[in-house]
């Protein structure tokens, strides 16, 4: 089964105090305490669906598992099984974040919102960071009209915090379904203009891993 977690779904934000202003030097190089995330870069909107194809296989076969945590159930098993190229390649498809957020972090960021932080939450105290399902972004202000809109539809939370958002909710399934949202409306966000970090993430992100 897919875990369900014990948290009240609010809506806590001002888009009025998002911050703002931040250059593709700050999200390269990390502009929260989270700076053990990676930054998933100028994300493609093929690359978000792949994610969710990945991260839908799995949580298709958690949600058939007995085990309390199927998720974990589902990538023990992968982990454990043949010599681990396929577990590999999955993390790699999600880019090396917990499946259930993946593919919420890579929406996001298809949709040119910075993403900087994500956990799936765990049954077992301090298996996990967050005690349930959460990702970390800044969208712009346009943005974030249109994110808050699709994240009450699909049940999640908004929480913000010194001008951060944290979504978040009860599963992974609503953050997944969250993630399909979004992916539905890309027409609108690319019809929205381009935040200002965009130009020139790509040779930060180079600068950043020394290349």
């Not at 997944?176 to 381009?194: N, T």
């Not at 970090?197 to 790509?202: H, K």
Request: hydrophobic letters at 40%.
């Amino acid at each position: 089964m897919i875990p369900t977690f014990d948290v009240e779904i609010e809506y806590n934000y001002e888009i009025a105090q998002l911050l703002t202003g931040l250059t593709a030097e700050d999200v390269a190089t990390g502009f929260t305490d989270h700076h053990e995330y990676e930054c998933l870069g100028v994300t493609a909107w093929e690359e978000a669906a792949e994610c969710l194809d990945s991260e839908e296989t799995v949580l298709g076969q958690a949600a058939d598992s007995d085990a309390p945590d199927g998720i974990e159930a589902v990538l023990n098993e992968l982990s454990d099984s043949g010599d681990g190229v396929d577990y590999a390649e999955f993390n790699q498809s999600l880019h090396w974040n917990d499946a259930g957020v993946a593919g919420l972090s890579c929406a996001l960021s298809a949709a040119r919102a910075v993403t900087f932080y994500s956990c799936s939450g765990s049954l077992e105290r301090g298996r996990h960071h967050a005690r349930y399902p959460m990702v970390g972004v800044v969208p712009d202000a346009e943005r974030a009209e249109l994110i808050a809109e699709l994240a009450r539809r699909a049940g999640c939370g908004i929480g913000q915090r010194e001008g951060c958002w944290y979504l978040y909710a009860k599963s992974v399934t609503d953050m997944h379904a969250l993630a399909r949202l979004i992916l539905e409306q890309r027409g609108v966000f690319d019809a929205m203009p381009a935040p200002q970090w965009v130009y020139g993430l790509e040779e930060k992100l180079e600068e950043a891993d020394g290349h």
